[in-house]
């Protein structure tokens, strides 16, 4: 039977695309986010690192900018790779942290419909089983 992924986030994620850069290796990939979380995010790249390597990532968000170190949790080859964050001073992780309850904020207000109707589904998915 072949492996079936086991999730394992410890938060929400976002849709929230965000201009980025890894650093590893002393080398800089330009990437970007596609997902993203108070804990990682999924990084968009055609060569992602392997599984396990240490990443600093450096997110643009407008003028700001969102840095941290972490670690490869999964590839996707010639996709991407998932990255925990791993250590980040709390100015960091409050900017990341203002960025997303924007972003939530923001799904609310413009998208309620879609809201409801996923909540609708995952309720009676739970109903239903």
Not at 43 to 56: H, Y
Request: net charge neutral; glycine share 8%.
């Amino acid at each position: 039977m072949p492996d079936v992924p086991v999730e394992k986030r410890k938060g929400p994620r976002f849709p929230f695309v965000l201009s980025a850069e890894v650093i590893a290796r002393g080398a800089k990939l330009g990437a970007r986010s596609s997902d993203i979380s108070r804990t990682g995010c999924h990084i968009d790249t055609l060569n992602p690192l392997p599984k396990g390597s240490k990443v600093k990532i450096r997110a643009t968000h407008h003028d700001e900018v969102f840095e941290a170190v972490g670690s490869g949790v999964y590839v996707s080859p010639c996709m991407g790779m998932g990255v925990s964050f791993e250590d980040g001073t709390r100015e960091q992780q409050t900017r990341l942290e203002c960025w997303l309850n924007s972003y939530a904020d923001q799904f609310e207000r413009f998208c309620p419909v879609i809201e409801k109707t996923l909540f609708a589904s995952a309720q009676f998915e739970t109903t239903a089983t």
